[in-house]
């Protein structure tokens, strides 16, 4: 029979430690260069004339081709793009910034996954949903896991400027006299109780 001590538990812990910062680095990191690389690859006609169909069907942007060719369309949203991927590698030096553009990613992963149900992303010959076109749907799938490590980025990015904050001396949000911080632990508690 083995029995763990303090002493063997230790250095397990520490390597659960360093596998989830190295972890997180890979989720922060990787997010801010599949954007950016998404967004380089807009200033390119292949890239315009790909994601034409995607935006063409969608209410939420195709009103935009009714002033902006398809070109334009795609090099601004190519600047809007590596403007979100560098906010969010700004993390170690402004975490605000890297909030923001977390905060940005996240719209856009949402928008994104909108076009899963205005663009023909279904595969007929299978029968429609659940089955995903080849083309369209497998490729707007992805989305839904850059959409979490957005939302995971947001969340520690806030985290940090809290942290920071407190660093720095500087009070927290309140409202009507409330720190929503302390509100929100002590309602949890209320809920798990």
């Known amino acids: 029979m083995t029995y763990t001590t303090e002493a063997t538990a230790r250095p397990r812990e520490d390597v659960a430690l360093r596998i989830t910062e190295i972890g997180s680095r890979v ?9 950016g690389w998404i967004g380089l690859m807009k200033f390119t006609g292949y890239e315009a004339q790909g994601i034409q169909p995607l935006v063409a069907h969608s209410p939420l942007m195709g009103w935009l081709y009714n002033f902006l060719t ?15 991927a560098i906010l969010i590698a700004l993390r170690p030096w402004w975490p605000k910034a890297s909030a923001i ?15 899963l149900f205005s663009t023909p ?9 659940p089955a995903l076109s080849a083309g369209v749907g497998q490729f707007l799938l ?23 904050q407190e660093l720095r001396g500087v009070r927290p949000v309140t409202i009507r006299g ?12 209320e809920h798990t109780a």
Do not use: N
């Open 70 to 84: 398809v070109r334009q369309f795609s090099d601004a949203l190519g600047i809007v793009e590596v403007g979100i």
């Open 121 to 129: 992303g279904w595969e007929p010959s299978l029968g429609g949903f």
């Open 142 to 164: 992805k989305d839904l896991v850059l959409l979490g490590a957005a939302t995971w980025s947001l969340g520690e990015a806030l985290s940090a400027r809290r942290a920071d």
């Open 101 to 115: 553009g977390s905060a940005a990613a996240v719209l856009m992963f949402l928008t994104t996954l909108s076009f």
């Open 27 to 35: 989720i922060r990191y990787g997010l801010a260069l599949v954007i």
């Open 178 to 189: 409330k720190d929503m911080a302390e509100a929100s632990a002590r309602e949890s508690k």
